[in-house]
């Protein structure tokens, strides 16, 4: 297991230069840059004529590096990457890290407690339903189940927002914090109000995963549970709980463990839209003002980002899928 650890993170290098290259050149694709942006809103804002605003611009375009060509302005950017510097935020004016760094934590956190909840409270119902087929639960189950997986996340948060502010009166809704702790210290006072923040946006993002995890688990458990081995435990004469628990789930995570690889990328990117309805601080906002922008380095690196994710997600979850099967061997 270890060299295969090792193998996958030596290959996880090419992988990545590779998405950074596909990620500079999505970015770089459309006309224009943020330079031509400066120089719209010069025009326009700025007070100054057609003739001043191209100056600064092309001033500006110079000392960062934009009127190089592309691979020289690529090389940069991943040589930089070596020593930290994911290179700067033309619209905030700060460097890349910096400005990542303050909300990475927030989208990860968020993403993780999603996956949680969306296996814990998937899994469970999924088994149930499919030890107790066409029963008054089952049917129930399978209809919060497609009610997860068709309402859209953003919708389900403003039904969540309307019901909390006008049916139970509560008073800050969004962000992580109310606005009294928002820039206050740590403090216990402070960690109980994110509690009562937080659970919010975990669960309007974790709904559709939810759904999703509870419909594969009863679908997979169904065809394990009609295989000749697990009839022939319960021939033997053990108890249902021990057939299910001991012969059967274990085959059956055996799809969702491979998904879990690819469900914390879709949950980081998933979740933008649903972080501006509920004035989230993670990178999904930040990531689409960054595109709309054309702050390339910025959102250069939140796709790199988002491919860093995806490879260690999939190494996580091979290793883990190795442990619950032991006929895995990757050796």
Same mark, same amino acid.
């Given at each position: 297991?270890?060299?295969? #650890?090792?193998?996958?993170?030596?290959?996880?290098?090419?992988?990545?230069?590779?998405?950074?290259? #596909?990620?500079?050149?999505?970015?770089?694709?459309?006309?224009?840059?943020?330079?031509?942006?400066?120089?719209?809103?010069?025009?326009?804002?700025?007070?100054?004529?057609?003739?001043?605003?191209?100056?600064?611009?092309?001033?500006?375009?110079?000392?960062?590096?934009?009127?190089?060509?592309?691979?020289?302005?690529?090389?940069?950017?991943?040589?930089?990457?070596?020593?930290?510097?994911?290179?700067?935020?033309?619209?905030?004016?700060?460097?890349?890290?910096?400005?990542?760094?303050?909300?990475?934590?927030?989208?990860?956190?968020?993403?993780?407690?999603?996956?949680?909840?969306?296996?814990?409270?998937?899994?469970?119902?999924?088994?149930?339903?499919?030890?107790?087929?066409?029963?008054?639960?089952?049917?129930?189950?399978?209809?919060?189940?497609?009610?997860?997986?068709?309402?859209?996340?953003?919708?389900? *948060?403003?039904?969540?927002?309307?019901?909390?502010?006008?049916?139970?009166? /509560?008073?800050?809704?969004?962000?992580?914090?109310?606005?009294?702790?928002?820039?206050?210290?740590?403090?216990?006072?402070?960690?109980?109000?994110?509690?009562?923040?937080?659970?919010?946006? /975990?669960?309007?993002?974790?709904?559709?995963?939810?759904?999703?995890?509870?419909?594969?688990?009863?679908?997979?458990?169904?065809?394990?549970?009609?295989?000749?081995? /697990?009839?022939?435990?319960?021939?033997?004469?053990?108890?249902?709980?021990?057939?299910?628990?001991?012969?059967?789930?274990?085959?059956?995570?055996?799809?969702?463990?491979?998904?879990?690889?690819?469900?914390?990328?879709?949950?980081?990117?998933?979740?933008?839209?649903? *972080?501006?309805?509920?004035?989230?601080?993670?990178?999904?906002?930040?990531?689409?003002?960054?595109?709309?922008?054309?702050?390339?380095?910025?959102?250069?690196?939140?796709?790199?980002? #988002?491919?860093?994710?995806?490879?260690?997600?999939?190494?996580?979850?091979?290793?883990?899928?190795?442990?619950?099967?032991?006929?895995?061997?990757?050796?």
């Amino acid at each position: 297991m270890i060299s295969y #650890i090792i193998r996958r993170a030596i290959y996880s290098v090419p992988l990545l230069l590779l998405v950074t290259l #596909i990620a500079f050149t999505v970015i770089t694709i459309p006309p224009g840059d943020y330079m031509s942006r400066l120089r719209q809103q010069l025009t326009e804002r700025g007070g100054l004529s057609r003739e001043e605003a191209i100056e600064v611009a092309e001033q500006m375009r110079e000392r960062y590096g934009l009127d190089q060509p592309f691979l020289v302005q690529y090389g940069k950017w991943v040589m930089g990457m070596f020593h930290g510097d994911f290179g700067y935020s033309f619209q905030y004016r700060k460097p890349v890290f910096q400005i990542i760094w303050r909300r990475l934590g927030w989208t990860l956190a968020i993403a993780f407690s999603a996956l949680v909840f969306a296996n814990v409270f998937g899994l469970i119902p999924g088994i149930y339903s499919a030890t107790h087929q066409y029963s008054l639960s089952d049917n129930f189950f399978t209809i919060l189940a497609f009610l997860g997986l068709s309402i859209p996340n953003f919708f389900l *948060a403003l039904v969540l927002m309307y019901i909390l502010v006008f049916w139970l009166g /509560v008073e800050h809704i969004g962000g992580l914090f109310s606005p009294k702790f928002m820039m206050a210290p740590w403090s216990w006072a402070k960690f109980l109000d994110f509690l009562k923040h937080f659970w919010l946006p /975990v669960i309007v993002t974790g709904t559709a995963g939810t759904a999703g995890a509870m419909r594969v688990m009863r679908n997979n458990l169904l065809d394990i549970l009609g295989q000749p081995y /697990v009839q022939t435990a319960r021939s033997k004469g053990l108890r249902e709980i021990w057939v299910v628990s001991k012969h059967a789930l274990r085959n059956a995570l055996q799809p969702i463990i491979m998904t879990w690889g690819m469900q914390m990328p879709r949950l980081i990117t998933g979740s933008a839209i649903v *972080a501006i309805v509920l004035n989230l601080p993670t990178t999904g906002p930040m990531f689409l003002n960054a595109v709309v922008t054309q702050d390339m380095y910025l959102a250069g690196s939140f796709l790199l980002m #988002i491919g860093v994710v995806l490879v260690i997600g999939n190494l996580l979850a091979d290793i883990i899928l190795a442990a619950v099967d032991p006929r895995i061997r990757y050796d």
